[in-house]
């Protein structure tokens, strides 16, 4: 008997200690959402200073001369601003949604705030239906990762100030021309709007409705938010939280990828999912074509094409620099059969690896057997790759960062074993929601397995 009481009195101390931790958890959570509700409107002055270094980042190294040799990070403002936008901003910021959600997109991006902040100046035209449709931001991503190799971005000031400048340009135009007060280049053009929305599934951060719907309040990416279910679209503005308010959302701390678990009534979308098998292949293609022997010989068939249908005149012409890689005072020069070659061979990375992917999950849909109609299974099930393919992503785009740890002391078997661990993580993160999704061990994850092991295969050719 008195173990048995000892055991009840145990309990009781446990249920009463997590109590505790939640109560902690969530006054700490009201604090922070009452901050940002009280200083939203400074958010103005972030929006400033952010606009004021992102420029000086993409600007003034294209007007300084290119670094020598010898140049380091303590000595070229060049390399110092390539290390703060390719090294740290672009793979932090796609490893930050694990933590904080879509926080940058609401509190930090000068793309977003200028196509607000001119959409409040501007003509208020309604959206036209083209850029409403599901494509678009896969076309958007498209366009941009591919001109941006063919440009030589992460290398040449240049090619960043024109992709980054001119998307900035763009997203002003786009709010000056439609929805009053809103940010329809977020929602529909951003090219990284969408990755950063899958990836923000995976999230620690979320803002749910307080009790049933009711009444909702202006997003600015058109979000109903009495009837809001996902996080994908939402950028954190926290405009829509309103305490005590009808119908207001609040700031909650969740388990990371909780809601690629709960996606069945998280609102999946379809062409979420083919975005990520699409730009998955299409990241893959775009490191490939820079350390696979396939594409020299490939390459080498495309010229070998051009010759054959007398074009052979024309394979040694190279475009201007806003238009490929065209820098002969560094010896580095593209022309046509680059031009084609690589955006070939990333079109056909891109094409090829959704299929795979596709019908994997296809397969392992079929086998699961679900009353649902197989689309939405696949829909559903096509989540799971969103962990592997972010960690692959933050590892590949950060070789800069992680190339620059070897200057402070790190070894470069140290350096592999770090991104050897972080890579790991990722396909066991999906394979654990693949488990979660299908409700437990089947046979049916089996082409789930294939498809992580094909996705992490491909990554580790291009970046061990």
């Known amino acids: 008997m008195k173990n048995v009481a000892g055991d ?3 309990n009781i101390q446990l249920k009463e200690l997590n109590l505790q931790k939640r109560n902690f958890v969530n006054d700490a959570v009201r604090i922070i959402e009452d901050f940002f509700v009280r200083n939203r409107g400074k ?3 972030i929006h400033t200073g952010m606009f004021i270094l992102f420029s000086i980042l993409i600007l003034v190294p294209a007007l300084l001369p290119v670094p020598m040799e010898d140049s380091t990070l303590w000595n070229s403002f060049t390399l110092l601003a390539r290390l703060l936008i390719w090294g740290l901003w672009f793979p932090l910021l796609l490893l930050s949604v694990i933590f904080f959600g879509r926080l940058w ?6 793309h977003g705030a200028l196509s607000e902040y001119a959409s409040r100046k501007g003509l208020n035209r309604p959206i036209p239906k083209w850029i409403r449709w599901g494509g678009v931001p896969i076309a958007s991503f498209v366009l941009v990762t591919t001109l941006g190799q063919l440009l030589g971005i992460r290398e040449y000031p240049l090619a960043a100030l024109e992709v980054l400048g001119g998307t900035m340009i763009i997203a002003v135009l786009v709010g000056f021309l439609y929805a009053d007060g809103r940010r329809p280049f977020c929602r529909y053009l951003c090219p990284l709007g969408p990755l950063l929305g899958i990836f923000s599934r995976l999230g620690a951060v979320s803002f749910e409705k307080e009790g049933r719907d009711s009444k909702g309040y202006p997003c600015p990416t058109f979000i109903n938010t009495a009837k809001k279910a996902g996080s994908s679209n939402c950028i954190e503005c926290f405009k829509c939280v309103n305490p005590g308010a009808p119908g207001s959302l609040h700031l909650e701390i969740r388990r990371p990828g909780l809601e690629i678990e709960e996606i069945k009534k998280r609102r999946p979308n379809l062409w979420e999912v083919v975005f990520l098998f699409s730009a998955t292949g299409l990241a893959l293609g775009a490191f490939h074509w820079m350390v696979n022997p396939f594409y020299i010989r490939y390459k080498q068939a495309v010229g070998s094409f051009l ?3 007398g074009l052979g005149d024309w394979i040694g012409w190279s475009g201007p620099w806003w238009m490929m890689v065209n820098y002969p005072e560094g010896g580095d020069v593209f022309n046509l059969v680059d031009f084609i070659s690589i955006t070939s061979f990333m079109l056909a990375s891109m094409v090829g690896t959704a299929m795979i992917l596709f019908f994997l999950t296809a397969l392992s849909a079929l086998l699961l057997k679900d009353k649902d109609p197989l689309i939405v299974t696949i829909t559903r099930l096509g989540y799971l790759y969103a962990p592997v393919a972010l960690v692959s992503l933050v590892i590949g ?14 070894s470069r078997e140290t350096i592999r074993m770090i991104q050897g661990i972080f890579f790991a993580g990722g396909g066991i993160w999906s394979l654990y929601l693949s488990i979660r999704l299908q409700g437990g061990l089947n046979r049916a994850i089996i082409p789930n397995i294939l498809g992580i092991g094909f996705v992490a295969l491909a990554w580790y050719q291009a970046l061990f």
């Open 8 to 10: 009840i009195q145990q």
């Open 43 to 45: 958010f103005v002055y």
């Open 105 to 110: 997109c609401g509190l930090l991006c000068p």
């Open 307 to 309: 010759l054959n249908i």
């Open 397 to 410: 785009l950060g070789l800069i960062l992680f190339q620059s740890l070897g200057a402070f002391g790190f």
